[in-house]
């Protein structure tokens, strides 16, 4: 029993249904990349239309679908679009994030909404429209792309570290939900890897790698049927060992990481 993967094992890539959420650049276009190249057809959402088809690069197998993620209407007309298209999903990644370094006290409403839209509330708009016909289905998985910054309290993700860790929370609740009814859920967890948005970090970032390090860690960890896919494992597990510590250690450490 306790060798038994948790999800289902994707041992062949070969014409899977992928609808792929943030693949305009990073680890999202690494891994529709990757899945294109493997044979799965992947259709590629995100706002810029002319990234996507970049990333798609005239791939027979690629469907390119922008779209706002934070508007609910725009994920309605896209799911139907699919479905009509293909007849269902096999997987759905929902990779699309958005990060600020910010401190506590350099908040500003607008920037915090849109963290929240982007990282958070966009995730729930897409399990309103894909998950009744994953259900009726009997089958197909959902991906989230959360963060080990969801972890701990890390000093300069006041607002990314917690829609990170709302998505660890619910990916646990999803999988408890879902796996009763032959859906698989994955939750993915990087640590630092080298694309846009950690490009703007001014402090260390251990065991950084690069996006196509990462898009294999990936699809490494769906074709083994994990749960949690966490990378690089040499930074990964001494945060999760932190997180265990108690409060007292913890905070104390976190203060020390602030005060660098």
């Known amino acids: ?14 014409g899977k249904r992928v609808w792929l959420i943030g ?12 899945l294109l190249q493997r044979g799965a057809r992947v259709a590629l959402s995100a706002r810029r239309e002319d990234a996507l088809v970049a990333v798609a690069a005239n791939s027979a197998l690629a469907r390119i679908l922008p779209m706002d993620v934070t508007d609910p209407a725009a994920w309605k007309s ?36 849109g963290t929240i839209e982007v990282n958070l509330a966009s995730v ?6 894909i998950l009744p016909d994953l259900i009726a289905q009997g089958n197909g998985s959902i991906a989230l792309v959360a963060s080990v910054a969801g972890y701990l309290g890390l000093p300069n993700a006041t607002v990314y570290g ?65 749960f949690e896919i966490h990378f690089p494992k040499r930074f990964t597990r001494l945060l999760k ?16 990481m602030v005060g660098r």
């Open 23 to 34: 693949a305009s650049s990073g680890i999202g276009a690494a891994v529709a990349r990757d």
């Open 162 to 226: 917690p829609t990170k860790a709302a998505l660890i929370n619910l990916a646990e609740l999803l999988y408890a939900e879902l796996h009763p009814k032959g859906l698989g859920v994955y939750l993915v967890n990087p640590g630092f890897v080298k694309t846009k948005m950690t490009a703007s970090n001014k402090f260390p970032m251990p065991a950084m790698i690069s996006v196509d390090e990462a898009s294999r860690d990936i699809l490494r960890g769906m074709e083994k049927g994990v």
């Open 1 to 14: 029993m306790f060798l038994t993967p948790l999800n289902p094992r994707w041992p062949d890539w070969h």
């Open 241 to 256: 060992l932190m997180s265990l510590l108690p409060y007292r250690l913890r905070l104390a450490a976190l203060a020390q």
């Open 78 to 113: 896209a799911h139907k679009h699919l479905i009509r298209e293909w007849g269902g999903l096999d997987l759905t990644v929902f990779c699309a994030a958005q990060y600020e370094q910010l401190r506590s006290w350099e908040l500003q409403s607008d920037s915090v909404r």
């Open 124 to 129: 729930y708009y897409g399990l309103e429209v």
